[in-house]
T-cell receptor, first 112, second 113 residues
């Protein structure tokens, strides 16, 4: 069974500090990994996906297949980064399985 | 920028009643999804829909649930006989192609009394 684990419910950092939001997964095959973000009173929106290998709003995430992890990192947190962050996975595009499996989410609080 | 819309934003119903949740996906998108999030729990996949057929569904999506695309714009989720445990936030999503990003609506909060 596929599973996404986000061990931290809440991560609180000061502005300018580095941030790492942890995500581990289990999946029999080659999944696609995503980070979605939900700002206060807004909808879920894609932050980044591993296949695009791009940095969005200063965030990066590297897929580590050996450790089955997809941790989200940002070197210098900003107050506007405060939000709920969800790690999610789906089957690779050739599997026909596109349903997203979400982690339980981590709330990031960036204090001034 | 086009967005997925959902109506109503909130719905309160009595146990045993039928509810229909409505979604308008982004206009050129071909794949549609429903997810739900029970308060305090994970976002869970319910069903995906393409070309007027269900393409994937989860164990949650049992006979009391159905989906329909009644016209060229709406995508609906029907719960035939609501239960208390159906209380949740229901999210609609759409994507232009099967392997592309899923864009989420704002959700409908359903409360079953």
């Amino acid at each position: 069974a596929q599973r996404v684990t986000q061990p931290e419910k809440l991560l609180s950092v000061f502005k300018g500090a580095p941030v790492e939001l942890k995500c581990n997964y289990s999946y029999s095959g080659s999944p696609e990994l995503f980070w979605y973000v939900q700002y206060s009173r807004q909808r879920l929106q894609l932050l980044l996906r591993h296949i695009s290998r791009e940095s969005i709003k200063g965030f990066t995430a590297d897929l580590n297949k050996g450790e089955t992890s997809f941790h989200l990192k940002k070197p210098f947190a900003q107050e506007e980064d405060s939000a709920m962050y969800y790690c999610a996975l789906s089957g690779a595009s050739d599997t026909g399985r596109r349903a997203l499996t979400f982690g339980s989410g981590t709330r990031l609080q960036v204090q001034p | 920028e086009p967005e997925v819309t959902q109506t109503p934003s909130h719905q309160v119903t009595q146990m045993g009643q039928e509810v229909i949740l409505r979604c308008v996906p982004i206009s050129n998108h071909l794949y549609f999804y429903w997810y739900r999030q029970i308060l305090g729990q994970k976002v869970e996949f319910l069903v995906s829909f393409y070309n007027n057929e269900i393409s994937e569904k989860s164990e949650i999506f049992d006979d009391q649930f159905s989906v329909e695309r009644p016209d060229g714009s709406n995508f609906t989720l029907k719960i035939r006989s609501t239960k208390l445990e159906d209380s949740a936030m229901y999210f609609c999503a759409s994507s232009p192609e099967y392997q592309e990003t899923q864009y989420f609506g704002p959700g409908t909060r359903l409360l079953v009394l």
